[in-house]
């Protein structure tokens, strides 16, 4: 039944001590419910979602946690944390696991507390071979016995550790070796001039000197051995100065990451980034997240189908990140890329088939963004094999294939169910190609070339006007296209009365006054980074407190906060709302902030109480708030929070505040580099810093445009060298 929770059989989990306290059930709730069916049909890639509906289930923060802080010894807390991932995955989501998985789950939950203690630690560190010898996570003895236990066959064959006799990687058995032991060895093998040389040369010359057959060998052609028995012998001599070794089972321990990914909601395709280290650290109490009731949901992935699916496509979609992010003139970077991306590009046709198919079915045509039913899509293979299809752009780019990179991007802007902020830069890098890379070189001789640049700019001018009605399209690029378009009808010799208007179309930002400051900067040739100048204190500073240093002069005081003045106290003024208990958003007491805090759903899905929230600071009600909020929350770890930050009317703050509510992803960056202001009385102005060459980004004017619409003064601080005095 949609939103009911059915009870799973947890009496083989580990003690009680770290199991989840009771649960109540609550009615789902209606922005709860699964996607529409015929979003459902292709929310994954080639394989149909399950039917059932596992509705969110609350939790107390404190209950959630299962472990008496006062009663676990520290060491144990990895275990006792560990435990309760497992035990919540499997009581919520048991679902996603087929029958071979959950009889694997159910032995490791069955295995000694040491065993299990050893088997966490090792999961949490590089998933490599090492020494039995050299862990330390307890008496020699029990960790011996702990790693031979771990070793065994279970069912299928799968144990959760391997051992030394599963080494096959020779390299990788020589690398476990300290510097000293290589030499020796190399030595033995008749190896010379192994002084000064690193580990990784060092294990290429024992390699390679292993797989060579010596004279003798040819003098013994029966008792001659191939380079791969050669290679196994090498093994084993290591094995012999290393003594017993371990590894974990790739088959477990990739069965561990899936359930860690389901369990913490994180979008990594694989290891476990610092999800777990945070976890474990709050626990040890280093450090803190905010307290909010834990409604823990169990229908966020829809099949083991989709989570394996979502997994392995999110980490082909790591692999694709660094590949897009590599220099442009590294161009083999991009050419892995590029070939990586052809094995997902038919997968990525027929999702837009299935999509639009979809789509056609719909009443809407298309999803919508409201309710939180957005930014679940983000937690689907769909939209990990979108992040693909996106950096394969990149790596077009790079590689001057323009008319792929054309073509991909079309297809992008085709749906509207993944990625909607991106649209605005799929249309702003169409623009470009239809102006700059796809049209031939202009030649006022060449009839036929002027025909065809006049057709690629008419493509442009659409695409403009597209990107105009598309209301994904953040400000900042209707900006840019609205100049682009003007520039582009201007060439086709669109007359005034023929050019497209729109009510979203911005020509012009609003500028700001500029105020000019001198300084001595200190000159270092080698040295990278920011600039640094001569501060009236003696100390070399930054572009940014050297204008501090000349605002002082003016009769100001303030701060360099960047962003995390405004995003501190539209976190403080609106905390409560922020972790209002919504199903499936709050899933986990390790969260710094909802699951949809970035998503264009947000605000949607808490509308009535941001619009009353707002209406309370306009009002000038909101002092007694801050303070609540940062006397119950300081020292937690909250998602735009700055806690040595500590002054806006109220009509002002709740503008920047709805601004904020409304597209918090788009405009967490930005903002005025200073906060001043004049003590005693209620003058406070905004300042963004330029050093020489520095320019004001297109995200900083809609900034500094949203200010000066609201009644908030800001100026642009120039700082260049030289004294004041010679420019008077």
């Known amino acids: 039944m949609a939103g009911s929770y059915v009870e799973q059989d947890t009496s083989f989990l580990p003690s009680p001590a770290f199991s989840p306290s009771p649960v109540s059930r609550h009615p789902s709730d209606p922005n709860g419910q699964q996607y529409s069916q015929d979003l459902d049909e292709v929310n994954s890639i080639g394989y149909p979602s399950p039917a059932a509906n596992r ?56 295995l000694e507390e040491h065993c299990r203690y050893i088997y966490t630690r090792l999961f949490m560190r590089k998933h490599a071979w090492i020494r039995v010898s050299s862990i330390k996570y307890g008496d020699d003895y029990v960790v011996e016995q702990a790693c031979t236990a771990l070793c065994r066959p279970t069912v299928g064959g799968d144990s959760f ?89 790739p088959v477990a321990a990739e069965l561990f990451e899936r359930i860690h990914m389901i369990f913490f909601r994180k979008q990594s395709g694989s ?43 999110m980490k082909v979609g790591s692999d694709m990140a660094s590949f897009r992010h590599a220099l442009v003139k590294d161009i083999e970077q991009h050419k892995k890329g590029w070939e990586l991306y052809q094995e997902y590009c038919g997968a990525w046709s027929n999702h837009i088939e299935a999509l639009n198919r979809a789509a056609s079915r719909s009443v809407t045509q298309r999803p919508g963004i409201s309710g939180i039913e957005y930014w679940k899509r983000r937690f689907t293979p769909g939209y990990a094999l979108s992040r693909i299809v996106e950096h394969a752009t990149h790596c077009a780019a790079a590689l001057k294939k323009y008319e792929d990179e054309e073509k991909i991007l079309r297809s992008l802007l085709s749906q509207h169910t993944y990625r909607l902020n991106k649209r605005g830069e799929w249309y702003e890098r169409l623009v470009v190609l239809y102006n700059n890379h796809l049209r031939p070189r202009a030649n006022a001789k060449d009839k036929e070339a002027m025909s065809q640049i006049r057709q690629w700019m008419q493509l442009a001018r659409d695409t403009c006007i597209m990107a105009l009605n598309d209301e994904h399209v953040h400000r900042v690029v209707i900006h840019n296209l609205s100049q682009q378009l003007r520039k582009i009808e201007a060439k086709l010799g669109v007359t005034e009365d023929g050019q497209y208007e729109n009510e979203r179309m911005c020509l012009e ?48 005081i303030g701060m360099h906060s960047e962003n995390a003045l405004v995003t501190t106290l539209f976190t403080l003024l609106f905390w409560d709302v922020i972790f209002l208990p919504l199903p499936g958003v709050l899933d986990t007491e390790y969260q710094s902030c909802p699951l949809d805090m970035f998503a264009p759903s947000f605000y949607d899905s808490r509308k009535e109480a941001i619009d009353g929230r707002l209406s309370e600071i306009e009002s000038g009600k909101f002092a007694n708030r801050l303070v609540l909020s940062y006397n119950s929350g300081n020292g937690t770890s909250c998602v735009g929070v700055s806690w040595d930050i500590t002054c806006l009317g109220g009509r002002r703050l709740a503008a920047i505040c709805s601004v904020l509510a409304k597209e918090y992803s788009a405009k967490s960056s930005g903002f005025p580099d200073l906060c001043l202001w004049k003590p005693g009385t209620s003058e406070i102005m905004f300042a963004e810093v330029k050093g020489p060459k520095d320019k004001l980004s297109e995200t900083q004017r809609d900034w500094i445009d949203i200010l000066i619409d609201i009644g908030i003064d800001v100026e642009v601080c120039l700082v260049r060298e030289g004294d004041a005095r010679d420019f008077e």
């Not at 990278?528 to 001569?534: E, Q």
Request: with cysteine; net charge positive; glycine share 8%.
């Open 271 to 313: 290891g476990l980034d610092n999800t777990m280290k945070q976890a474990v650290l709050a626990l040890i109490g280093q450090i803190k997240f905010p307290q909010y009731t834990v409604l823990r949901s169990g229908n966020l992935f829809a099949s083991r189908e989709d989570v394996i699916q979502f997994k392995n496509l």
């Open 55 to 110: 509705g969110p289930v609350a939790l107390s923060r404190a209950g959630s946690a299962g472990i008496d802080d006062r009663k676990t010894p520290e060491r144990m807390k990895y275990l006792a944390l560990f435990d309760r991932i497992l035990s919540t995955v499997l009581q919520f989501e048991s679902h996603l696991f087929n029958e071979h998985e959950r009889e694997l789950l159910m032995l490791f939950c069955r």
């Open 509 to 556: 930002w609003k500028d700001a006054p500029e105020h000019t400051v001198y300084g001595v900067r200190i000159k270092d040739r080698g040295r990278r980074g920011p600039s640094l100048w001569d501060g009236d204190d003696g100390i070399p500073c930054s572009v940014e407190n050297l204008a501090l240093w000349r605002y002082k002069e003016n009769g100001y």
């Open 161 to 249: 550790l391997m051992n030394e006799s599963q080494l096959d990687d020779c390299n990788g058995a020589l690398m476990l070796l300290v510097s000293a032991e290589l030499k020796d060895m190399a030595k033995k093998r008749g190896i010379k001039q192994v002084t000064g040389k690193t580990k990784e040369v060092l294990c290429e010359m024992i390699t390679k000197s292993a797989k060579q057959r010596t004279v003798m060998s040819f003098f013994k052609k029966k008792n001659d051995v191939s380079p791969n028995n050669r290679l196994g012998e090498l093994i084993d001599d290591v094995v012999k100065i290393t003594g017993p070794m371990v590894k974990l089972n």
